[in-house]
C-alpha cells in the first residue's frame, strides 16, 4: 500500500502565504515525479507545479512567480510555498506522485485525500 497525506491548509487573507506538505509512505522502491493540483467549486481539476527526482520543476502560469514547489527525497515528501495569495486561488489542492513499489514494477500514479485552501477577508 502507498499513501499520500497531505498538510498545511487553511484559511488566509489575501496576499498572505500558506506551505502545503505531502508526504509519501507504504512499500515504495522509488519515486518519480511529483506534483500538485487544485480544484475550485465547479471547475476541472488543473496542474499547477511539477518536480522530478532531480529537482526540475515547471509550474502554470498562474501561479508562476507567487509558488514554489519543492521535495525532500529522503522524507519522501513534496512541499507547496504558497505566497501572495488570492481570492482566485481558493481551492481543494492535492498532490500527486509516481510511484514504483517494487524494483521490477513501473510507476503508478498515487493521490493525496486534498486539502482545502480559503484565500478570502
Known amino acids: 500500500q502507498v499513501q499520500l497525506v497531505e498538510s498545511g491548509g487553511g484559511l488566509v487573507q489575501p496576499g498572505g502565504s500558506l506551505r502545503l506538505s505531502c508526504a509519501a509512505s507504504?512499500?515504495?522502491?522509488?519515486?518519480?515525479?511529483m506534483g500538485w493540483y487544485r480544484q475550485a467549486p465547479g471547475k476541472q481539476r488543473e496542474l499547477i507545479a511539477t518536480i522530478t527526482s532531480g529537482g526540475s520543476t515547471n509550474s502554470a502560469d498562474s501561479v508562476k512567480g507567487r509558488f514554489t514547489i519543492s521535495r525532500d527525497n529522503a522524507k519522501n515528501t513534496v512541499y507547496l510555498q504558497m505566497n501572495s495569495l488570492k481570492p482566485e486561488d481558493t481551492a481543494v489542492y492535492y498532490c500527486?506522485?509516481?510511484?514504483?513499489?517494487?524494483?521490477?514494477?513501473?510507476?503508478?500514479?498515487?493521490w493525496g485525500q486534498g486539502t482545502q485552501v480559503t484565500v478570502s477577508s
Open positions: 500527486n506522485a509516481q510511484i514504483a513499489r517494487t524494483v521490477v514494477g513501473g510507476p503508478l500514479g498515487y
Open positions: 507504504g512499500t515504495i522502491f522509488r519515486i518519480y515525479n
